[in-house]
């Protein structure tokens, strides 16, 4: 787990909100609180589908920020900013076995992986992201986190958004 302050809260947000580059993560939760709390549950609602739409539309477990990102940047757009935001994203379940595979990691599995996280805070004017991992069994190999914290900083750094060490 690292803990990273964005040194550039604007252009951070326009990235977030307005643009594509993490579109491709699934929205576990997320809260937004302006004048009021809006809280957001990813999970998709299965019984809102029917069976077939399920599986032609390979609908999953959890919605795709692409999906939630216009609905959340209308939460926040406007003259105020708003008081705080807290977004929780995580890899999908595709993702996580390219990200095994790419970095040769072969002592855990996809199946062993519950989650690879990535959680976005602006509170009092700051903002931060912090990794997250989460496996379903105990070791004390900490290749995954180590490789999912690089991940993330180069995935920063490729959107051009500056971060430095909390």
Not at 59 to 85: A, D, N, Q, T, V
Not at 103 to 124: F, P
Request: proline share 2%.
């Amino acid at each position: 787990m690292i803990a990273l302050q964005i040194e550039d809260t604007k252009l951070f947000t326009r990235k977030l909100f307005l643009e594509t580059d993490l579109d491709d993560l699934l929205l576990k939760e997320a809260e937004v609180v302006t004048f009021n709390r809006f809280t957001i549950d990813g999970h998709i609602r299965r019984s809102f589908y029917q069976k077939e739409e399920l599986e032609q539309k390979n609908i999953g477990e959890f919605s795709s920020w692409k999906m939630l990102r216009p609905f959340c940047f209308s939460l926040i757009k406007g003259k105020k900013l708003p008081e705080s935001f807290q977004i929780v994203f995580m890899a999908e379940p595709e993702r996580v076995a390219a990200f095994l595979e790419s970095r040769q990691i072969a002592s855990i599995t996809q199946e062993q992986i519950q989650g690879l996280y990535l959680h976005i805070r602006y509170e009092e004017g700051r903002l931060s992201c912090v990794t997250g991992t989460s496996l379903a069994v105990f070791t004390l190999d900490k290749t995954v986190e180590t490789e999912w914290d690089g991940y993330v900083g180069r995935l920063l750094k490729e959107m051009g958004v500056a971060a430095a060490p909390y």
